[in-house]
C-alpha cells in the first residue's frame, strides 16, 4: 500500500476562494481523521469518520469548514470561504482500530491563503 | 477541555548528549503514543504504552510510562543528527473520545 496520499500538496488561494483538500487512506482502515497543524496550536483535530460517517466534528473551527466521506477510499476537507487564518498544514490520516491502534498519517497539505 | 501537556517546548543539545521530553495528563490515561516529525515532514509513530509502569526500548530511545498512567517520557541516548524534528505524545481523551495531540518538543542537535 502507498500509504495514505494527500493532494494537493501546496496550494495557495486568495481569501474568499474555495479550497479542496483530498484524501485517500490506506486500504482496510475503518478511521480517518483530518487534522491542521500550526505553530500556535499545534495539531487540532478537525473532524473523524468511522466507516465513512463522521464521528466527532466538533474540532471543525467554522461553519466555513466542511468534510466528506463518500466511500471508503476517499475524503474531502472543504473550506468556502477560505481566509488568512486558515493557513495551516493540513494532515489526513487513517487507523485500523480506534485509540487502539498507530495513526497513519499523509505527507500533508500545506495550504497558505493570501 | 482535557489536555496533555508536553515539555520542554525546545530542546537544544550537543550531539552525543541525551535528550528527554516529558508527557503530563491531568487524568488517567489508557494508553499514550509518542510520535516523530521531522521538519517538513508528517508525524510517524514510534510507539504506544498501555501498561502501568511499562518500559519500552527501540535501539537508543527509551519510553516510559508512569505507574499512575497520567505521564509518559521519551529518552534518547547519545543523540544523533538523525534525531532533529518534533516528538509527540498523543492520548485518548476518554471523556470526549478522542485522541488529544501534545504540543510536541522540538529537538535541534548542535554539531
Known amino acids: 500500500d502507498a500509504g495514505v496520499i494527500q493532494s494537493p500538496r501546496h496550494e495557495v488561494t486568495e481569501m474568499g476562494q474555495e479550497v479542496t483538500l483530498r484524501c485517500k487512506p490506506i486500504?482496510?482502515?475503518?478511521?480517518l481523521f483530518w487534522y491542521r497543524q500550526t505553530m500556535m496550536r499545534g495539531l487540532e483535530l478537525l473532524i473523524y469518520f468511522n466507516n465513512n460517517v463522521p464521528i466527532d466534528d466538533s474540532g471543525m473551527p467554522e461553519d466555513r469548514f466542511s468534510a466528506k466521506m463518500p466511500n471508503a477510499s476517499f475524503s474531502t476537507l472543504k473550506i468556502q470561504p477560505s481566509e488568512p487564518r486558515d493557513s495551516a498544514v493540513y494532515f489526513c490520516?487513517?487507523?485500523?482500530?480506534?485509540?487502539?491502534?498507530?495513526?497513519?498519517f499523509g505527507q500533508g497539505t500545506r495550504l497558505t491563503v493570501v | 477541555g482535557q489536555q496533555v501537556m508536553q515539555i520542554p517546548q525546545y530542546q537544544h543539545v550537543q550531539e552525543g548528549e541525551d535528550f528527554t521530553t516529558y508527557c503530563n495528563s491531568s487524568?488517567?490515561?489508557?494508553?499514550i503514543q509518542w510520535y516523530k516529525q521531522r521538519p517538513g515532514g508528517h508525524p510517524v509513530f514510534l510507539i504506544q504504552l498501555v501498561k502501568s509502569g511499562e518500559v519500552k526500548k527501540q535501539k537508543r530511545l527509551t519510553f516510559q510510562f508512569g505507574e499512575a498512567k497520567k505521564n509518559s517520557s521519551l529518552h534518547i541516548t547519545a543523540t544523533q543528527t538523525t534525531d532533529v524534528g518534533t516528538y509527540f505524545c498523543?492520548?485518548?481523551?476518554?471523556?470526549?473520545?478522542?485522541?488529544?495531540f501534545g504540543k510536541g518538543t522540538r529537538l535541534h542537535i548542535l554539531p
Open positions: 498523543a492520548a485518548p481523551m476518554n471523556r470526549d473520545d478522542k485522541i488529544i
Open positions: 490520516a487513517s487507523s485500523s482500530e480506534f485509540l487502539r491502534t498507530e495513526a497513519f
Open positions: 487524568t488517567t490515561l489508557s494508553n
Open positions: 486500504s482496510g482502515h475503518d478511521y
